[in-house]
């Protein structure tokens, strides 16, 4: 199993430019979650998906959009860059289950807005 | 605003000593606690979980937790050089999401 994977590793991009950053897993997890982590700092919840078709804001949405059309794949779209978007992007899935097993992360996205 | 809080450190121990991490939370109807370890450039891997009063240990690795205090912490035995990282608290939400605190950096010196 390669568990989650992102895609790319690292991206500069200009003010105003748009961009899709990728998330697959192969672990048969329904949950899947977008996390954004900036210096010294925790991770903030953007996005996060319960199944295939639903999806639900977090608590840093504002940006971003989601879609789920499979098990597999969570992409994150970033509309209209913004510098206060830079910051490494994370990936992770999990299953539901009566306490759950925490989230497994993918390696991140490293994002720079100039 | 459900938060989780840590102190940033670093917590310097010397090699072969017990390390000991805290986390506080705010939100009494937690249940599930995570500690994660965060290797500088990479991707937090899980550690530890726990959901039941107590300790629960794996390894060097003890977690603790007390509901009535809003209290949990991480205790790595015989620490070593390569316990060096940042240990991040999270406590689950609804659907599993976690609530982050800002992370413990724990500095182990040979």
């Known amino acids: 199993n390669a568990g989650v994977t992102q895609t790319p590793k690292f991206r500069i991009l200009k003010i105003g430019q748009s961009m899709t950053l990728q998330c697959t897993q192969d672990?048969?997890?329904?949950?899947m979650y977008w996390y954004r982590q900036d210096p010294g700092m925790g991770l903030k919840l953007i996005y996060y998906?319960?199944?295939?078709?639903?999806?639900d804001k977090g608590e840093v949405p504002n940006g971003y959009n989601v879609s789920r059309s499979t098990t597999e794949d969570f992409p994150l779209r970033l509309e209209l860059a913004a510098p206060s978007q830079t910051s490494v992007y994370f990936c992770?899935?999990?299953?539901?289950?009566?306490?759950?097993?925490?989230?497994?992360f993918g390696p991140g996205t490293r994002l720079t807005v100039t | 605003q459900k938060e989780v809080e840590q102190n940033s450190g670093p917590l310097s121990v010397p090699e072969g000593a017990i390390a000991s991490l805290n986390c506080t939370y705010s939100?009494?109807?937690?249940?599930?606690f995570f500690w994660y370890r965060q290797y500088s450039g990479k991707s937090p891997e899980l550690i530890m979980f726990?959901?039941?009063?107590g300790d629960k240990e794996d390894g060097r690795f003890t977690a603790q937790l007390n509901k009535a205090s809003q209290y949990v912490s991480l205790l790595i035995r015989d620490s070593q050089p390569s316990d060096s990282a940042t240990y991040l608290c999270?406590?689950?939400?609804?659907?599993?999401?976690?609530?982050f605190g800002t992370g413990t950096r724990l500095l182990v010196s040979p």
């Open positions: 992770a899935s999990s299953t539901p289950g009566l306490a759950g097993e925490g989230q497994y």
């Open positions: 672990m048969n997890h329904n949950y």
């Open positions: 998906s319960v199944g295939a078709g639903i999806t």
């Open positions: 939100d009494r109807g937690s249940q599930s």
């Open positions: 726990i959901y039941s009063n």
């Open positions: 999270a406590v689950s939400t609804g659907f599993q999401k976690l609530v």
